[in-house]
């Protein structure tokens, strides 16, 4: 009954923005062979594959009558597509309700020649039942929340920190927490029973509040499962269950020079602090200054994330630990250690502050000095106007530096 009410509110508020909202055109291009399109739910997904294949057969498996009958019948897939010729696109939008289709598809590319969009907020079952199946047939490509490249005029740090980026919040941010509950109570808890690992809510539901409020933090499972009451091995699943959501992901510590696994504990990040701060239960609490700091480190994070897709850099991203144990935020490989060449690194440094201190440059000098590897650029994001250059690190007012990253000149 709650879960029916609050998918009402959702419908209306988005029906409502659709009509009220002008229409951002996205980073992300077509590409010109069958692909997955993964993203978290909310992000923009279907709107973008509207756009970008508004000729295409599009079939919603949203669509209970659609669903029912294809999960039946695989087949009939052929029959609704009808004569179409080589090359024409179809689009099967919530791929993954419906995953054994995947076997039809692979047939129609084989036979038909007809190339597929296949959209998805899960991988998790696709992953279970088929991904591999395409492997090399279809490639993959990742949508996320709008980003500044995206937003141009519309960009609004002060809120974005607040709110983050939804583009149902991003059109009405007077009602962000009424949203952002709502998504949190749909989306993720609609999304994470559906996904049928976490038959019992309640405990998911007491370390997804802890999981929102360590933003951004290092994570040490066994603090959380103890915090929770929930059993150490129930934590690494629910950290599985938010990572194949998409709805959040690990930043690793990055060491350069370490072969065996990774053992320092990592990061994790939401995709969005709007969605954070909804999962923590803070929506009604005025963000305290730390709380701030992670949201502006999330934001970079995404746009270090969408341009690194964007311009299908893939490079490798993590944050650094020195050995006195002060961090570096984020460290981005621009090129792997070969032979007796070191890697090379960018590193970032962000704070949320109107006013640069100069010790906060220390971390990213003493990398610089250590001689492990080849710092190429350094820069200090923060929240002042002026741009400083201090010893090889640039110190950019948030802006600026977004406007270098997504003009290619960062990595
Ligand atoms: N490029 C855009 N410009 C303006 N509004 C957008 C844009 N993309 C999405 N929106 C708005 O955001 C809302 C969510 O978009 P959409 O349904 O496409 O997301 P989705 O990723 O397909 O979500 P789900 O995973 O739940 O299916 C819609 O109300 C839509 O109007
Ligand atoms: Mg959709």
Request: some cysteine; hydrophobic content about 40%; proline content about 5%.
């Amino acid at each position: 009954m709650f879960n029916v009410k609050m998918h009402c509110i959702i419908t209306i508020y988005l029906y409502y923005y659709r009509m009220k909202q002008p229409h951002i055109r996205r980073l992300l291009s077509l590409p010109s062979r069958s692909f997955f399109l993964f993203g978290p739910r909310g992000v923009g997904k279907s709107t973008w594959l509207r756009h970008a294949l508004h000729d295409a057969l599009y079939l919603d498996l949203l669509d209970s009558a659609l669903h029912i009958e294809l999960s039946r019948e695989p087949r009939q897939l052929e029959a609704m597509a009808g004569p179409l010729p080589e090359d024409a696109w179809i689009v099967l939008d919530e791929i993954q309700k419906v995953p054994i289709l995947l076997d039809e598809v692979h047939r129609l590319m084989e036979t038909k020649r007809w190339r597929f969009a296949l959209c998805g907020s899960s991988a998790r079952k696709l992953k279970q039942k088929g991904v591999n199946l395409l492997a090399g047939r279809a490639i993959t490509r990742h949508l996320e929340t709008f980003s500044w490249a995206e937003l141009g005029d519309l960009f609004d740090l002060k809120c974005h920190l607040q709110w983050g980026l939804l583009p149902a919040v991003q059109s009405d941010p007077d009602n962000a927490p009424d949203i952002l509950q709502a998504y949190a109570h749909t989306y993720i808890q609609e999304e994470v029973r559906q996904e049928g690992i976490v038959r019992n809510v309640p405990p998911f539901l007491r370390f997804l509040q802890i999981a929102g409020m360590l933003n951004g933090q290092v994570i040490n499972k066994q603090n959380i499962a103890r915090e929770a009451s929930v059993p150490r091995s129930s934590v690494d699943i629910y950290f599985s269950v938010l990572e194949d959501t998409l709805l959040g992901q690990f930043l690793p510590a990055y060491r350069p020079n370490v072969k065996v696994r990774e053992q320092a504990h990592p990061k994790f990040y939401w995709f969005d602090c709007g969605v954070a701060r909804a999962a923590a239960g803070l929506l009604r609490d005025p963000p305290d200054g730390l709380w701030k700091g992670s949201s502006l480190e999330t934001l970079i994070y995404h746009e270090l994330r969408v341009h690194n897709h964007t311009q299908n850099k893939h490079r490798p991203i993590g944050f650094y630990r020195t050995a006195s144990g002060t961090e570096i935020d984020f460290v981005i490989e621009t090129r792997k250690r070969s032979g007796h060449s070191p890697a090379r690194v960018v590193c970032i440094e962000v704070k949320l502050s109107d006013k640069w201190k100069r010790v906060w440059e220390r971390p990213m000098l003493s990398l610089h000095d250590s001689k492990q590897l080849i710092v190429e650029k350094m820069y200090g994001i923060y929240t002042g106007q002026r741009n400083y250059d201090y010893d090889g690190v640039r110190v950019l007012p948030v802006q600026t530096f977004l406007e270098q990253l997504h003009s290619g000149k960062v990595f």
